[in-house]
């Protein structure tokens, strides 16, 4: 397993961690306006610069690149969530570990958010939670930059198209390289916990 370090857990028996809700469900904000706002922001920032072509292409193609700067705005949505959800799911398997002998000394007594606990997101990784395309580490990365999503006119379309992606990944991996040692590996095998889609 290359260098991951799982933890020792006393006993062979599995532990019942509380279920992950995930908390996918869309924006308030109606599909319609949020084109509206990425339309405007192809106007703000002159994405298209002189394309010189006629006008009705040049409209069509203002209006698809709304579509797609509205889809990855929808994205970034959907993996804040998702983080907001795993985050949310640390705390409850705090609780849980606190009240368990054999697991309470795996928690280190540090102030939330503690770096540590990055181990379980690499139990969510390990077990291969189904996440219809979210990467985990991204969707807390998020989640640790923005205490809510911001709406879609705070980016640029630098940021919807490029960045995000890589400020996530290093808040994230900042957020993980906190703990004065590796974070340790919670054995997969010895926990289980179901995965709850509230959106379905």
């Not at 579509?67 to 985050?87: E, F, K, M, P, T």
């Not at 697991?103 to 390990?126: C, I, K, Q, T, Y």
């Not at 809510?148 to 290093?170: H, K, R």
Request: with cysteine; charged share 20%.
């Amino acid at each position: 397993m290359g260098d991951r370090r799982y933890v020792d857990i006393p006993g062979s028996g599995t532990h019942e961690l509380p279920p992950l809700l995930v908390q996918a469900t869309r924006d308030g904000t109606p599909l319609s306006e949020v084109v509206d706002m990425a339309a405007g922001i192809v106007e703000a920032e002159d994405i298209l610069g002189d394309a010189g072509a006629e006008e009705s292409v040049l409209e069509q193609r203002k209006f698809d690149l709304a579509l797609n700067l509205a889809d990855q705005y929808l994205r970034l949505v959907s993996h804040w969530q998702w983080g907001d959800s795993i985050l949310e799911w640390v705390r409850q398997c705090e609780i849980t570990f606190e009240g368990c002998e054999a697991l309470r000394p795996l928690l280190h007594p540090d102030v939330w958010p503690h770096a540590g606990r990055s181990s379980f997101v690499n139990l969510l990784v390990e077990k291969s939670v189904p996440t219809h395309g979210v990467g985990l580490e991204n969707a807390v990365g998020l989640r640790l930059t923005f205490r809510q999503p911001p709406p879609i006119d705070c980016f640029s379309n630098q940021f919807l198209f490029y960045l995000n992606a890589s400020v996530a990944s290093t808040a994230y991996h900042t957020w993980a390289c906190l703990a004065q040692d590796t974070p340790a590996w919670f054995p997969p095998e010895r926990f289980h916990f179901e995965v709850v889609d509230l959106a379905a």
